[in-house]
Nanobody, 121 residues
Framework: QVQLVESGGGLVQAGGSLRLNCTAS????????MGWYRQAPGKQRELVAA???????NYADPVKGRFTLSRDNAKNTVYMQMNSLKPEDTAVYYC???????????????WGQGTQVTVSS
């Protein structure tokens, strides 16, 4: 069993900042990729940013230069610092982890429950 707990969403004015956190716990052998997706009303879920176990990052074009992804492997946690937020960043943000469980030794794709980010103009 693996649990993902997200935190850090909320309401902020345009130009403001938020930090999203996602912590995994349970029978985890290792975590490969960690990342965040978002889904705005009426739109498909899209990748925002991802980070590999080696620390390589990938950002969607709309957030490059504004969002920063980092991870703490010892805490099984991924952080996303979001600066210069825009109204178009408003969405439900979902944490996503690709991890290997302890037993059985298998790879799974886990999703968080989602956290709302609302940016007012």
């Amino acid at each position: 069993q693996v649990q993902l707990v997200e935190s850090g969403g909320g309401l902020v004015q345009a130009g403001g900042s938020l930090r999203l956190n996602c912590t995994a716990s349970g029978s985890i052998f290792s975590i490969n990729a960690m990342g965040w997706y978002r889904q705005a009303p009426g739109k498909q879920r899209e990748l925002v940013a991802a980070i590999t176990s080696g620390g390589s990052t990938n950002y969607a074009d709309p957030v490059k230069g504004r969002f920063t992804l980092s991870r703490d492997n010892a805490k099984n946690t991924v952080y996303m610092q979001m600066n210069s937020l825009k109204p178009e960043d408003t969405a439900v943000y979902y944490c996503n982890l690709v991890l290997i469980t302890t037993a059985p030794r298998r790879t799974y794709n886990y999703w968080g429950q989602g956290t709302q980010v609302t940016v007012s103009s």
